[in-house]
């Protein structure tokens, strides 16, 4: 279970990657932020499975608190984004 | 085996943490500044996690996800959105 | 003893099919030509790449006997995350989707099919 795992370990890295050069390379500011949003999620999903993997059981709940404040950075952004449309 | 992943990974995390850090410095657009700003916290929480200190990360990520770009997405909604 | 078995498997095959869309989100977040055609990438890696996996854990925390009793908690803390990824990764991705719309912050410009401006004009007759 452990080994097979942790072979599965490598892929969440590439796509993490693949993400962030999204963040470099996007054009405007909603590209990078849907893109970080993104990233956010995995990375969420990828603590859980990793304090599965080291066996510590307590490390589990920073993947609720990523989760939660990812979303919170959309909204902030959005909000930002429809203000400058009503012409403050 | 646990170890060289831990190590392989925070490897990644602060090669990217380094080019993000670097990017929000340059950057003029100010948005785009704490979009990248964003993402370096997001990669320290990760090395944080790695090094087995959770509550660490509990405290870093409100901090560097939630409340940094609030306040400065108030400010720079106040003032210029171009640095000179 | 069986059923901790079949948790685990199922959660591995959970993990890994999350694995595989995460890659697939990833690659279409960095091929596709704009904006609004990204949103399907990102929203495929929030569904496909993140709830899947989250509940695969969970599983697999369940099916695991040396984790004690804190195996119900991960299991417990696994199940809402996955949930909460599942209506927080759609509303972040509509809002801002329709800031970006009415602000005019993204490029259009490989249209197929506007049906919003259809209705729109169609009203405005």
Same mark, same amino acid.
């Given at each position: 279970?452990?080994? *097979?795992?942790?072979? +599965?370990?490598?892929?969440?890295?590439? @796509?993490?990657?693949?993400? *962030?050069?999204?963040? +470099?390379?996007?054009?405007?500011?909603?590209?990078?932020?849907?893109?970080?949003?993104?990233?956010?999620?995995?990375?969420? *999903?990828?603590?859980?499975?990793?304090?599965?993997?080291?066996? *510590?059981?307590?490390?589990?709940?920073?993947? +609720?608190?990523?989760?939660?404040?990812?979303?919170?950075?959309?909204?902030?952004? @959005?909000?930002?984004?429809?203000?400058?449309?009503?012409?403050? | 085996?646990?170890?060289?992943?831990?190590?392989?990974?925070?490897?990644?995390?602060?090669?990217?943490?380094?080019?993000?850090?670097?990017?929000?410095?340059?950057?003029?657009?100010? !948005?785009?500044? !704490?979009?990248?700003?964003?993402?370096?916290?997001?990669?320290?929480?990760?090395?944080?996690?790695?090094?087995?200190?959770?509550?660490?990360?509990?405290?870093?990520?409100?901090?560097?996800?939630?409340?940094?770009?609030?306040?400065?997405?108030?400010?720079?909604?106040?003032?210029?959105?171009?640095?000179? | 003893?069986?059923?901790?078995?079949?948790?685990?498997?199922?959660?591995?095959?959970?993990? &890994?099919?999350?694995?595989?869309?995460?890659?697939?989100?990833?690659?279409?977040?960095?091929?596709?030509?704009?904006?609004?055609?990204?949103?399907?990438?990102?929203?495929?890696? =929030?569904?496909?790449?993140?709830? %899947? #996996?989250?509940?695969?854990?969970?599983?697999?925390?369940?099916?695991?006997?040396?984790?004690?009793?804190?195996?119900?908690? %991960?299991?417990? %803390?696994?199940?809402?995350?996955?949930?909460?990824?599942?209506?927080?990764?759609? =509303?972040?991705?509509? &809002?801002?989707?329709? =800031?970006?719309?009415?602000?005019?912050?993204? #490029?259009?410009? #490989?249209?197929?099919?506007?049906?919003?401006?259809?209705?729109?004009?169609?009203?405005?007759?």
């Amino acid at each position: 279970m452990s080994l *097979a795992l942790s072979c +599965l370990i490598p892929l969440y890295i590439v @796509a993490i990657v693949l993400y *962030a050069v999204r963040v +470099l390379k996007g054009p405007t500011v909603s590209d990078r932020v849907l893109a970080v949003d993104a990233l956010g999620f995995d990375l969420a *999903a990828f603590l859980t499975i990793l304090s599965v993997l080291f066996r *510590a059981p307590i490390m589990v709940t920073t993947a +609720l608190v990523l989760a939660l404040w990812i979303y919170a950075l959309d909204i902030y952004v @959005a909000k930002y984004l429809e203000s400058k449309e009503m012409g403050d | 085996m646990i170890d060289l992943i831990a190590a392989l990974l925070m490897a990644v995390a602060a090669v990217t943490s380094i080019v993000f850090t670097y990017l929000a410095v340059v950057e003029k657009n100010l !948005v785009q500044a !704490v979009v990248f700003s964003a993402v370096q916290s997001t990669m320290y929480a990760l090395i944080y996690f790695l090094l087995m200190a959770p509550d660490i990360v509990l405290v870093y990520l409100p901090v560097g996800v939630g409340i940094y770009p609030a306040i400065v997405l108030l400010l720079i909604k106040k003032t210029d959105k171009v640095d000179e | 003893m069986l059923w901790e078995t079949v948790c685990s498997v199922v959660g591995l095959i959970l993990v &890994a099919v999350g694995a595989f869309c995460d890659i697939a989100a990833a690659i279409g977040i960095n091929r596709f030509p704009n904006f609004f055609v990204r949103l399907h990438a990102a929203t495929v890696g =929030a569904i496909g790449g993140a709830v %899947v #996996p989250t509940f695969g854990a969970g599983l697999i925390a369940l099916g695991s006997p040396e984790l004690g009793n804190y195996r119900f908690f %991960v299991a417990g %803390v696994s199940f809402t995350t996955g949930l909460m990824i599942m209506i927080l990764g759609q =509303a972040g991705a509509h &809002a801002l989707a329709r =800031a970006t719309l009415k602000a005019k912050a993204a #490029p259009l410009e #490989p249209c197929v099919h506007n049906a919003l401006r259809e209705r729109e004009e169609v009203r405005g007759e």
